[in-house]
Structure formats: structure tokens, C-alpha cells
């Protein structure tokens, strides 16, 4: 491959720069752009655009691969756990022994939140959206946490960084026992982090949690496999607000906002609910692929399609697995689960979901091994979001540590009114 594109602007050429990455992925570089011909380029939704060179995540949506730090996501599924997953994407390598223990003693000695934010969490309305929750507590560690906010200072980063690792399953939980009106259970060192997560969601003061080892290891599966996706929308938006030098919880509470979206980590929660509402109208799946396929009906399969998987979404098919080693193991019969079954055949083989490239992604089935633990589905993204955190971490360190770190600051084609006089209000119509 040659080492430069040429492009001729207004008579004039100029040569962009091939950049190819390590897995043969090829870009243009096009920073001199418009200082030499004076020229920006439009990308809505970014398709085209890559915002940054990363190390953390490669990802070939053709051929349907994942892996974070090179290894491929269903080895790390099926071998590793979630801490050492988090050493893996925020260290650049799988952690030895040593450091293993070390990490996971922060994750268990570190689990209590400021008595503030806990206030914090307990003012909200019991209807509130636990997003909203998470979002709000997770700014408020700013402000508690003061001697751990300076983006600059390594040692602080550090501390921030796998501190919240810890504090996020107790948000998490509190923000499910605020919306639920239950009392706060607080987190023990005496479980790891999926067990003490699901103590502090379910335990009752009469009643210690039994928890099945089917289920915390899904949910450990779970959280790896939404642990990092490369440059996805809120990966963006942590590197994004980071890019201004605002401090990592305010970098990780926006990334909360953006993951809440109905088209991102929401689909998780819009998805079961879509499957409990074809349950509840019979079991048609035809009905709603077809409804699916016009336009005017405005109504899409959640958990179908993906920006960059143009095939299987590699997480989608270790899910569904699981979900069915779990729920037979478990003896649990959720009629939504057959359901999601049968839409994915119907809809992979239908001409309007071949010609997009549509298949299910990794949001199709989580919600069936969410709702085998007993999590309702407003917890669903709550769940993906602790999930992400540390791909949110790694991002945030690998933007804040590169040589190339700028502040995120995109261009427009201004298509408003050009200048005109101002008009005193007494002339207005
Ligand atoms: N159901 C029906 N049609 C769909 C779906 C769907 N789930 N997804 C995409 N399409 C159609 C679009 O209508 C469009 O059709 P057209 O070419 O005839 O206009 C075509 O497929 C391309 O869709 P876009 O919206 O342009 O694709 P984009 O890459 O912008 O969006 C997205 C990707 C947001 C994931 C989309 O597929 C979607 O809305 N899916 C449902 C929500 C969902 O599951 N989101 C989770 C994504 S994974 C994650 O974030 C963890």
C-alpha cells in the first residue's frame, strides 16, 4: 500500500497520510486538512471518523471478532474473571499472582461509598430511574473524594480509578434498593465482587442470601462481556469530557448518561421489555419482525444491529449460552427466552434484516440471565454500566497518558442564517 492518499481540493492536491494499525486497519490522516486547503470534513454520527489511535480493544465487525488487549473475548469469557478482566484493560496485561491479590483486596476493602452520597442516593425519589441514580452519585464522589480528583496527578488516577472499580457495585445496589424503598444492605469484604453485589441487592435482615454459583458466575461473565467495545458512544463521551481535563468521576458520570440511551446500553432494558410485550400479545414474533421492517411503524428489535458488527456480535452468541446452561441448570422456564429464540431465527432469515446486516448483539439476551437473578429490568443498564467501568478507566488513562492528547473539539458546516441586523422587539411579527 502506498503511503499517502492524494486529494485535489479546488485545483489543489495534497497528500493525507495512510495510517494502518496493527490488525491492518486503515485510516487517513487528515490533521493538516484544513490548515492546507482550508477544508473540514462531515461525518455525522462519526461512521468514518476515528477519533483517537487505541491499544485497549480491536474489534472486526465483518468477521464478528472481539478482543480486548489481543485475546479473543471468548477465551477471556470463559477463563478469566471480571478483576482480573479490569487489570487487563486498564494495565495492558492480564495481572500475575501478586498483583491479582493485591487488586482484589482494594475490591473488597474499598466497597463502602461517603455517608454523604449514600444520603445522596436516599433523597432521590422512589421512582426514579436508577441511571439517574448512578449518574448523580457517581459526579458526587467528586466532591467527596477531593484528595483523588486531580486528572493530572498519576498517583491520584490510580487511586480514583480502582477505588471506584469498588464503589460502583454499591451504588449500583443502593440505587436498586432506593427505587425498590428498601433499606440499605452494606457491602461485605467477606464475598467477591459478584456475590457481594447480589448480597447487597437481595439480602433481607431475616433472611441471608443463598446465592447460586450458576448465577454470580454468569453475572461475572456478564460483566466481561460488556468490560470494554472500543470508541463506542460512551467510551467516547468519558474520553470526550476527559479531553477538557475535567476530573475522572465527571469524565465516568457522563459516560453513565450517554450508555443510558435507549440505542446504547438502554437497549438491554427496552429489549426484555419488547419481548415481555410479544409474550404478552401471544408470541407472534412474525408480527413484530414484520412491524420491524416499515419504516412508519417507528419500531425497531432492540438488541438487533450494530453500528460496527455487520455479522454475529461474537458477545451475543456466549450470552445465549450461558442462558441456556443457566436456566436449564437452575430449572428456571422464563417464557422470554424461547421467545427471543424464535425471533432471532425469523428475523436472521428474513430479506430486510439480510440486506442490513442485522443480527442480535449483545443486549439480545443478557436481559433473560438479569432477570434469572431476580434484577428487575430498570437495572438492566445499571448492570452494563458496571460492566463498562473499567473499559470507561482504560480509555480515560490511555487519553490523559497519550503524547497526542488534545481537547475533543469538532467542526461544523454552518447551515444557520448569515449576519443581519438586529430587529427591536416592537418591530417583530
Ligand atoms: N430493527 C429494524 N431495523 C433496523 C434496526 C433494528 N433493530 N437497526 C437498524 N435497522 C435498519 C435501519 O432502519 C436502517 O434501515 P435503512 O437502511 O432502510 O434506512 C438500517 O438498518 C441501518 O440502521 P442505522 O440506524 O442507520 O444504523 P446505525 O449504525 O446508525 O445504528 C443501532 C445502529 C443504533 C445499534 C441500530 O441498529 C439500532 O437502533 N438497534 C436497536 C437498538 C439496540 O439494540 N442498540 C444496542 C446496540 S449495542 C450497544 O450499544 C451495546
Redesign the pocket.
Known amino acids: 500500500m502506498s503511503e499517502a492518499a492524494k486529494l485535489s481540493v479546488n485545483g489543489k492536491e495534497i497528500e493525507l497520510p495512510i495510517l494502518v494499525g496493527t490488525e491492518n486497519e486503515v485510516g487517513l490522516d487528515i490533521s493538516k486538512l484544513r490548515a492546507s486547503t482550508g477544508c473540514i470534513t462531515l461525518d455525522e454520527?462519526y461512521?468514518n471518523t476515528g477519533s483517537t489511535a487505541s491499544a485497549i480493544t480491536f474489534l472486526d465487525g465483518e468477521e464478528g471478532v472481539l478482543r480486548y488487549r489481543g485475546y479473543p473475548i471468548e477465551q477471556l469469557a470463559e477463563h478469566a474473571d471480571f478483576i482480573e478482566i479490569a487489570h487487563l484493560l486498564m494495565h495492558g496485561e492480564l495481572p500475575t499472582q501478586t498483583q491479582l491479590t493485591e487488586m482484589q483486596s482494594t475490591m473488597r476493602f474499598e466497597r463502602t461509598i461517603p455517608p454523604a452520597i449514600v444520603k445522596l442516593i436516599a433523597s432521590f425519589p422512589q421512582q426514579a430511574h436508577p441511571m439517574a441514580i448512578v449518574m448523580a452519585a457517581v459526579a458526587g464522589l467528586s466532591a467527596h473524594h477531593l484528595e483523588r480528583i486531580d486528572p493530572a496527578d498519576p498517583k491520584q488516577v490510580a487511586e480514583a480509578s480502582a477505588r471506584l472499580l469498588a464503589e460502583m457495585p454499591t451504588i449500583a445496589a443502593y440505587a436498586y434498593r432506593r427505587t425498590t424503598g428498601q433499606d440499605f444492605v452494606e457491602p461485605t469484604k467477606d464475598l467477591d465482587y459478584c456475590r457481594n453485589f447480589l448480597h447487597m441487592m437481595f439480602s433481607q435482615p431475616d433472611k441471608p442470601l443463598e446465592i447460586a454459583d450458576e448465577l454470580a458466575e454468569a453475572l461475572d461473565m456478564l460483566l466481561i462481556v460488556h468490560a470494554d467495545?472500543e470508541q463506542?458512544?460512551s467510551t467516547s463521551t468519558v474520553r470526550m469530557v476527559g479531553s477538557s481535563d475535567a476530573n475522572l468521576y465527571a469524565s465516568i458520570s457522563a459516560g453513565v448518561a450517554a450508555l443510558w440511551g435507549?440505542?446504547?446500553?438502554g437497549?438491554n432494558e427496552?429489549?426484555v421489555n419488547m419481548l415481555e410485550m410479544i409474550h404478552a400479545d401471544g408470541g407472534d414474533v412474525a408480527k413484530y419482525v414484520e412491524m420491524?421492517r416499515k419504516?412508519e411503524n417507528n419500531f425497531?428489535?432492540?438488541?438487533?444491529?450494530?453500528?460496527v458488527y455487520k455479522s454475529y456480535d461474537p458477545r451475543a452468541k456466549i450470552v445465549e449460552a450461558a442462558c441456556k446452561k443457566v436456566l436449564a441448570k437452575l430449572k428456571i422456564e422464563d417464557p422470554i427466552f424461547p421467545i427471543a429464540q424464535e425471533l432471532e431465527r425469523v428475523a436472521v432469515t428474513d430479506q430486510y434484516f439480510i440486506d442490513?446486516n442485522?443480527y442480535p448483539?449483545?443486549?439480545f439476551y443478557s436481559g433473560v440471565l438479569y432477570r434469572a437473578m431476580g434484577i428487575p429490568s430498570n437495572m438492566f443498564t445499571v448492570l452494563f454500566a458496571m460492566g463498562r467501568l473499567p473499559g470507561w478507566l482504560a480509555h480515560w488513562i490511555e487519553m490523559r497518558t497519550s503524547p497526542e492528547k488534545r481537547i475533543c473539539r469538532p467542526r461544523q458546516i454552518y447551515t444557520g442564517e448569515t449576519e443581519r441586523n438586529f430587529v427591536p422587539i416592537e418591530k417583530r411579527s
Open positions: 454520527g461512521v467495545h463506542n458512544c435507549p440505542l446504547h446500553g437497549a427496552a429489549c420491524a419504516k425497531r428489535l432492540m438488541g438487533f444491529g450494530h453500528r442490513r442485522l448483539n449483545v443486549d
